[in-house]
């Protein structure tokens, strides 16, 4: 049972675009979320995080979005460049009880940011 | 302030040995977890400790078990390795969960041949 969903394998945008990738949960226990980007054989770097209390959260050209009754949640990069190409993994957490320090991730989208 | 270190960086070991792996966290962060990523399963959670206790763990055979020093560093084992242990294990500290972001290691590569 996959309970955090990246449909998107990969997306390709061009250089100063906005890019948009996409997550979806099933488990509405999760209150909170992160994104991670990834190079092949390193490990993830965390980029922007949100709290299931708010919406919205930004951080410089980033800002991730949440709609709860949708179970959804987006990264959007804006302007996107060349250097942002790489593995993005949108992950998911619980406050507490079994779920001590586990972090459920997505199966990652391949961004590829052309100049 | 410096990352999270894992060593080694590489292994290759053969079936039935086994090995154990180093994580180190960021300092002043109390609780790793470890992950094993490979291409068919994404990234898995092994397990989690805090205080040297282990609070949390996945759904992965008992051939792999963990412990955390008092200093927060933690080593992971897996014995009687199997061909499909192949992957790439990362570890990642945080301050304290709930709700604390997780910082990830650079991961250790393992082959077992």
């Known amino acids: 049972d996959q309970q955090v969903k990246q449909n998107s394998p990969s997306l390709s945008v061009q250089e100063g675009r906005i890019s948009i990738l996409n997550c979806d949960y099933t488990?509405?226990?999760?209150?909170?979320f992160l994104w991670y980007k990834k190079y092949p054989a390193e490990g993830p770097t965390f980029l922007i995080s949100?709290?299931?209390?708010?919406d919205k959260n930004e951080d410089g050209r980033f800002t991730v979005f949440l709609n709860k009754s949708a179970k959804h949640l987006s990264l959007h990069i804006v302007p996107s460049q060349p250097g942002d190409s790489a593995v993005y993994f949108c992950?998911?957490?619980?406050?507490?009880?079994?779920?001590?320090?586990?972090?459920?991730f997505g199966q990652g989208t391949i961004l590829t940011v052309h100049p | 302030k410096a990352g999270v270190t894992q060593t080694p960086r590489y292994l290759i070991k053969t079936r039935g040995q086994q090995v154990t792996l180093s994580c180190s966290p960021i300092?002043?962060?109390?609780?790793v977890s470890w992950y094993q990523q490979t291409p068919g399963q994404g990234l898995q959670f092994l397990f989690e400790?805090?205080?040297?206790?282990?609070?949390n763990k996945g759904n992965f055979p008992g051939r792999f078990s963990g412990r955390q020093f008092s200093n927060s560093r933690s080593e992971m084992n897996v014995s009687t390795l199997e061909l499909g242990d192949s992957a790439l294990y990362l570890c990642?500290?945080?301050?304290?969960?709930?709700?604390?972001?997780?910082?990830f290691g650079p991961g250790t590569r393992l082959l077992v041949l």
């Open positions: 949100i709290s299931s209390i708010k």
């Open positions: 300092s002043g962060h109390r609780s």
């Open positions: 990642a500290s945080s301050l304290a969960p709930p709700q604390e972001t997780q910082y």
């Open positions: 488990n509405s226990m999760f209150d909170y």
């Open positions: 400790y805090f205080s040297e206790t282990q609070r």
């Open positions: 992950a998911a957490s619980r406050a507490g009880g079994t779920s001590y320090g586990k972090l459920t």
